[in-house]
């Protein structure tokens, strides 16, 4: 079983930052990757970004790709998605995810763990 803690959300301006942490622990025999998703109120939960558990390999939604950057530290079993330039489009709750394959990252069925969220909120 893998548990995680995300953390880093809050408030902030349109055009500021955040970096968002993932924190996991337990097993991770069967992790292959992670990803982070996000909902805002009355949406379906959109897929962000993925990374593969060594790091090699890292895969984003278009609304973020060249603004949003993923990342792992292994040492530290924690994910990171560093977060510039935010817009108000930005703003929901971000949760992080484990999942046993790293091939179809935007269907969140193929997610096992799942943190609890951290709420960005980005005013405009």
């Known amino acids: 079983q893998v548990q995680l803690v995300e953390s880093g959300g809050g408030l902030v301006q349109a055009g500021g930052s955040l970096r968002l942490s993932c924190a996991a622990s337990g097993r991770f025999s069967n992790v292959n990757a992670m990803g982070w998703f996000r909902q805002a109120p009355g949406k379906e939960r959109e897929f962000v970004a993925t990374?593969?558990?060594?790091?090699?390999?890292?895969y984003y939604t278009d609304s973020v790709k060249g603004r949003f950057t993923i990342s792992r530290d292994n040492a530290k079993n924690t994910m990171y998605l560093q977060m510039p330039s935010l817009k108000h489009e930005d703003t929901a709750v971000y949760y992080c995810?484990?999942?046993?394959?790293?091939?179809?990252?935007?269907?969140?069925?193929?997610?096992?763990?799942w943190g609890q969220g951290t709420q960005v909120t980005v005013s405009s």
């Open positions: 990374i593969s558990w060594s790091g090699g390999n890292t």
């Open positions: 995810a484990t999942s046993p394959t790293y091939g179809t990252p935007w269907i969140p069925s193929m997610y096992t763990y």
